[in-house]
């Protein structure tokens, strides 16, 4: 690239490319007519640069409802009754099959029709007003030369000041909102103000071709991770891991510590309204829905009610054994680490799961936080509350210096690692460790599928 300019500042005059990338990644050159940046005495010439890939065009991306949806005055007002029918729905269970997750599902699916139904009401109504506004000005406009009189030209007149009114209020909107984003949102200090420059994210496609190769590629896929998470699937038909039950037995007799008879009550005490409603009012907000679309902000429109409807559904839930229909989904979604991005085990998983799945598991795991330091060992500083990972790093440099300045040399150190952790453990193993610490029933793995 060679960079010139008759200003002070710098732009790029020309860049080279292979003739391999021209042929194969070259999608557009044109000349920006109109278009000066910086003052500049060049027409800028735009181009493109990219991976030819082949994707289904029949696919469309999951829906998300915006959360400035959720505000409308009049989406929350439906949604407020909505819940109210579906309370009044659950505290009438005479009738037979009474079932309060099927009836959470259902409900949660009409209100998503309703807020797309909504949203698509509300997208781009500024811009529509705006069009048609300016529409009717340029009717009565072409009207008042047409035939020209005083009423006509009054018309033209009141339809252009309507026009530039709103016009005037929504980029005052506009300038409101950028200002207010400024305020809360930009650098606050010399540190941020003096941060290196930082790439944006960009979409990372597999290099597919052809719609064959995206048939083979997506079921080679979707058999990997389904083997990695034990699906239950029928057409994948994966073999369940075994394990060495007799050798995990050795591993947990040499633990004595259990929980005692009150600890026990404590995680076996049924799902509160209160519980519901501290994990509803304390999740983080803006973070990506599952494949219902609803955020956490929606359950917040009125969160003492939908508190009390999760009492109720938790609690049948549980003595089912099982989670609903709706809260067992999830979207699977794959970032690209390193490698051959067609190996399945370079790319990284993330599991969206519905926001009203995550709140169950949520007081759970808040409850065993509690329980966790008196059954666990020192030494083990990860995912226990008031430990960190910090104090097995000081420990293992104290024990290397204590090995230099003793001159020890019969001395090691193993450092293990397991390879997709998170998404392959076993369930039965993790029942039976349960049950070793003393949990009771209710609490196992089982309970929260």
């Given at each position: 690239?060679?960079?010139?300019?008759?200003?002070?500042?710098?732009?790029?005059?020309?860049?080279?490319?292979?003739?391999?990338?021209?042929?194969?990644?070259?999608?557009?050159?044109?000349?920006?007519?109109?278009?000066?940046?910086?003052?500049?005495?060049?027409?800028?010439?735009?181009?493109?640069?990219?991976?030819r890939t082949w994707s289904p065009r029949n696919i469309s991306k999951p829906w998300r409802c915006p959360t400035w949806l959720l505000a409308l005055p009049q989406v929350k007002e439906y949604l407020c009754g909505s819940l109210a029918t579906l309370m009044d729905t659950?505290?009438?269970?005479?009738?037979?099959?009474?079932?309060?997750?099927?009836?959470?599902?259902?409900?949660?699916?009409?209100?998503?029709?309703?807020?797309?139904?909504?949203?698509?009401?509300?997208?781009?109504?500024?811009?529509?007003?705006?069009?048609?506004?300016?529409?009717?000005?340029?009717?009565?406009?072409?009207?008042?030369?047409?035939?020209?009189?005083?009423?006509?030209?009054?018309?033209?007149?009141?339809?252009?000041?309507?026009?530039?009114?709103?016009?005037?209020?929504?980029?005052?909107?506009?300038?409101?909102?950028?200002?207010?984003?400024?305020?809360?949102?930009?650098?606050?200090?010399?540190?941020?103000?003096?941060?290196?420059?930082?790439?944006?994210?960009?979409?990372?496609?597999?290099?597919?071709?052809?719609?064959?190769?995206?048939?083979?590629?997506?079921?080679?896929?979707?058999?990997?991770?389904?083997?990695?998470?034990?699906?239950?699937?029928?057409?994948?038909?994966?073999?369940?891991?075994?394990?060495?039950?007799?050798?995990?037995?050795?591993?947990?007799?040499?633990?004595?510590?259990?929980?005692?008879?009150?600890?026990?009550?404590?995680?076996?005490?049924?799902?509160?309204?209160?519980?519901?409603?501290?994990?509803?009012?304390?999740?983080?907000?803006?973070?990506?829905?599952?494949?219902?679309?609803?955020?956490?902000?929606?359950?917040?429109?009125?969160?003492?009610?939908?508190?009390?409807?999760?009492?109720?559904?938790?609690?049948?839930?549980?003595?089912?054994?099982?989670?609903?229909?709706?809260?067992?989904?999830?979207?699977?979604?794959?970032?690209?680490?390193?490698?051959?991005?067609?190996?399945?085990?370079?790319?990284?998983?993330?599991?969206?799961?519905?926001?009203?799945?995550?709140?169950?598991?949520?007081?759970?795991?808040?409850?065993?936080?509690?329980?966790?330091?008196?059954?666990?060992?020192?030494?083990?500083?990860?995912?226990?509350?008031?430990?960190?990972?910090?104090?097995?790093?000081?420990?293992?440099?104290?024990?290397?210096?204590?090995?230099?300045?003793?001159?020890?040399?019969?001395?090691?150190?193993?450092?293990?690692?397991?390879?997709?952790?998170?998404?392959?453990?076993?369930?039965?193993?993790?029942?039976?460790?349960?049950?070793?610490?003393?949990?009771?029933?209710?609490?196992?793995?089982?309970?929260?599928?």
């Open positions: 690239m060679e960079y010139t300019s008759p200003q002070s500042n710098r732009r790029i005059d020309m860049a080279l490319v292979s003739s391999h990338i021209f042929v194969n990644n070259v999608r557009r050159i044109k000349h920006a007519h109109g278009m000066k940046w910086h003052n500049s005495d060049h027409v800028p010439v735009i181009f493109d640069i990219s991976t659950l505290a009438g269970h005479s009738f037979p099959n009474y079932n309060p997750g099927c009836l959470l599902d259902e409900h949660k699916r009409s209100d998503s029709i309703y807020l797309r139904e909504a949203y698509a009401a509300h997208h781009n109504t500024t811009q529509r007003r705006l069009h048609d506004l300016l529409l009717d000005a340029r009717i009565k406009e072409a009207e008042s030369r047409r035939r020209p009189s005083p009423e006509t030209l009054k018309a033209y007149k009141s339809a252009q000041t309507l026009y530039e009114k709103y016009y005037a209020t929504v980029k005052e909107s506009q300038k409101q909102s950028r200002f207010d984003q400024d305020l809360h949102s930009d650098e606050r200090s010399s540190k941020e103000f003096l941060r290196p420059p930082t790439q944006s994210c960009h979409q990372a496609r597999l290099p597919i071709r052809t719609q064959a190769e995206f048939v083979s590629t997506a079921s080679k896929f979707r058999q990997y991770w389904a083997q990695i998470f034990q699906s239950p699937s029928r057409d994948l038909n994966c073999p369940v891991q075994p394990h060495n039950r007799r050798r995990l037995q050795s591993v947990l007799a040499k633990t004595t510590r259990r929980l005692t008879t009150t600890q026990r009550r404590s995680m076996e005490a049924p799902l509160t309204a209160n519980e519901f409603y501290f994990a509803i009012t304390k999740s983080a907000r803006n973070k990506a829905p599952g494949p219902d679309g609803l955020p956490i902000e929606y359950y917040l429109t009125d969160p003492h009610n939908w508190a009390r409807v999760f009492e109720v559904c938790y609690s049948n839930q549980l003595q089912r054994g099982r989670m609903t229909k709706f809260q067992r989904r999830a979207h699977l979604s794959l970032l690209y680490k390193a490698g051959e991005r067609l190996e399945p085990g370079n790319h990284r998983p993330l599991t969206l799961l519905n926001s009203d799945a995550k709140l169950g598991p949520k007081i759970m795991s808040y409850r065993l936080g509690k329980t966790l330091p008196t059954i666990l060992h020192e030494d083990q500083h990860g995912f226990v509350p008031g430990r960190s990972i910090q104090q097995a790093l000081f420990e293992f440099t104290s024990i290397q210096q204590y090995c230099k300045l003793n001159d020890v040399t019969s001395a090691g150190a193993v450092l293990l690692d397991f390879t997709k952790a998170f998404d392959s453990v076993l369930w039965e193993v993790l029942d039976e460790v349960l049950r070793h610490f003393n949990f009771g029933p209710t609490f196992p793995s089982t309970t929260i599928r």
